[in-house]
Structures are given as C-alpha cells and as structure tokens.
C-alpha cells in the first residue's frame, strides 16, 4: 500500500509548500504537484497522473478536498476511479477517508460546500463586473486583434484567410472587422 500526495494552487504565485509539507508529514512516498485551477479536471496532468498509476490498496492523500476538486461531479467521478482501481482517499486536515461509511458522507459533504463556495465567488465576481461596467469602468480585456494592421494587409490586397494565418487569428475576427468597416 503505497500513500500519494497530491497538492494543487490555483494560480502561479500561490506556492504549495504547506501542502507538501502536511503530505510529507503524513507519510506520502510520492507527491505530485500543480499550479491549474480546481474548478475543472481538464488540463490537470499531475492528477491524470495519479489517477493513471494508482494502484489497489494505494492511498490518495490531499491536505483538504478543495484541492482535488470544487465540484460535485469532479469530486464524484475522482471518487469513483479511485473505488473501481481499489484505492482510497484521505484528506489530512478534514476527517475524509473512503475505507469508512462516515468518512464517504463527509466527503459528500464538503464536496457540495466548495461547489457552492465556487459558484458564491463567481456570482460576487460577475456582480462587480456589470457594477463596473455600469460605471464606465470596466472595458473588458485589450483586443489581441491589430484592427490597423488587418486594414493594412487587406489594402494590400491580401484575402481574409491569408491575414488570419499571417496574424495567427481565426479567419472568423478578420471577418468580423471587415464586415464591420463595410468590406
């Protein structure tokens, strides 16, 4: 039976080294580390990873269940291959652990309360936006599309798939702003 961390941030200038720190101290022989957000398992290779390689009677470990994932479903189906390989979880700061009825019942638990954190900071979030942009303040991000240089290519008398591929842009902004100006 071998237990395999796992510690996940967010965002590139959070540092995990609490994390490691807990795993290590919880007898984790491998830990497998993260920098991707936790509302969605896509593009989270290190967690591929474990999921991948973990084995019957092996022990995934996280410090608490919001780093494995903030949703239910996520939550659900992490849970689920974990069962159909053998393996267990455990969370070294919240009384989770899959080899015992109450430790399933509060993962469920937790599981629906990041969700519902989740979905809290995105409504705030959205909320600040349209104040914002009530305001004046908020724009939105810079376009990535130079309008200048696409009127320019198409003076030249170069075609709207040539200017998105010379750009690297979909062919689809290039009609947009054409179609805008009229062309």
Known sequence: MAKIGYARVSTADQ???????????????????????GTTTSGRTELATVLDFIRDGDVL??????????????????????????????????????????????????????????NLRRERQMEGIAKAKAEGIYKGRKSAIDADEIRRLRADGMGASAIAKSLGIGRASVYRLLDEEGE
Not at 17 to 37: D, H, P
């Open 15 to 37: 540092d995990n080294a609490v994390q490691v720190a807990a795993l290590k101290a919880s007898g984790c022989e491998v830990i497998r580390e993260e920098k991707a957000t």
């Open 61 to 118: 470990v996280v410090t608490r269940i919001d780093r494995l994932a903030r949703s239910i479903a996520d939550l659900q189906t992490i849970v689920r291959t974990l069962r159909e390989k053998g393996a267990a979880l455990q969370a070294t700061e919240q009384p989770v652990d899959t080899s015992t009825a109450a430790g399933k019942a509060f993962l469920d638990m937790l599981g629906v309360f990041a969700e519902f954190e989740t």
